[in-house]
C-alpha cells in the first residue's frame, strides 16, 4: 500500500467519521425540537384551562329544562363578582357531591324569601323565572325563610326546582365565591351542537 493509499483511506475514514457525528448531532436536534414542541404545548394548554377556559360535562337533571344530561359546558373563569342568572360550576361540595351546576340566585348581602308556592324573592322582589325553571306548586328545601346570604357567598339553585339539591338545604348550603369554578358561557349539546348565551 502506498502512500496515497493511506491518506485515500485516512480521508474515507475521516468523511465517514464527520457523517456519523452529523447524523448524530442531528439526531439530538430533532429529539430536543420535538422535546421542545411538546413542553411548549403542554405549557400552552395548561395556561388556557388555567386562565382561559374549561370543558366540563353535564351529568344530571337538575338544570333542566336549560341543560340536558350530557350536554357540555364551555366555562371561563371568574374576573369580576358574580352575578344573579349566571350559570356557574361550584366545587365547594367536592367531597360529598362533586362539582355541581347551578344557577346564581342571590349574592353576598340579599335577603331571599322562597315562599309555601315556590315563589323566589329576592330584596323583596319576585324573580320571573317562567323563562327557565320547571314550574313548581310548593316549597323545596329545609331551610327557614327569609335569609340573608352570607359575605363572599353566593346563593345557588338549579333550574328544575323539584329534583335539583341546592343552597336550599342546609346540607348543601350558600357556595362561597372562591369555590366557583367559572361562568358557564356556551352549552354543547349531546349531539355537540352549539348554543350560545344557552340558546339555539
Known amino acids: 500500500m502506498n502512500e496515497n493509499d493511506i491518506m485515500t483511506n ?16 442531528s439526531f ?7 422535546f421542545s414542541v411538546v413542553m411548549s404545548s403542554v405549557f400552552i394548554i395548561a395556561l388556557v384551562f388555567t386562565f382561559g377556559f374549561r370543558l366540563v360535562g353535564v351529568s344530571g337533571t337538575s338544570m333542566i329544562n336549560t341543560l ?13 363578582e358574580p352575578e344573579y342568572g349566571d350559570i356557574v360550576i361550584s366545587t365547594h361540595r367536592l367531597d360529598t357531591m362533586g362539582p355541581i351546576v347551578k344557577r346564581v340566585i342571590a349574592t ?5 324569601n322562597i315562599t309555601e308556592d315556590g315563589s ?14 320547571v314550574p313548581v306548586s310548593r ?3 329545609d331551610r327557614t325563610y327569609p335569609v340573608t346570604v352570607p359575605e363572599n357567598h353566593v346563593m345557588l339553585m338549579g333550574d328544575n326546582r323539584p329534583m335539583s339539591s341546592d343552597s336550599r338545604y342546609t346540607s348543601v348550603g350558600f ?4 369555590a366557583l369554578l367559572g361562568k358557564a358561557q356556551i352549552r354543547l349539546s349531546g349531539e355537540w351542537n352549539i348554543y350560545y348565551n344557552f340558546e339555539q
Open 139 to 141: 316549597r323545596y328545601g
Open 10 to 25: 485516512t480521508q474515507d475514514t475521516a468523511e465517514e467519521n464527520t457523517h456519523t457525528s452529523k447524523e448524530k448531532t
Open 28 to 34: 439530538s436536534a430533532s429529539i430536543y425540537e420535538a
Open 68 to 80: 340536558q344530561n350530557k350536554d357540555w359546558l364551555i366555562v371561563t373563569p371568574y374576573y369580576s
Open 175 to 178: 357556595a362561597p365565591v372562591d
Open 108 to 112: 353576598e348581602g340579599d335577603e331571599v
Open 120 to 133: 323566589v324573592y329576592v330584596n323583596g322582589e319576585k324573580l320571573d323565572e317562567t323563562s327557565y325553571t
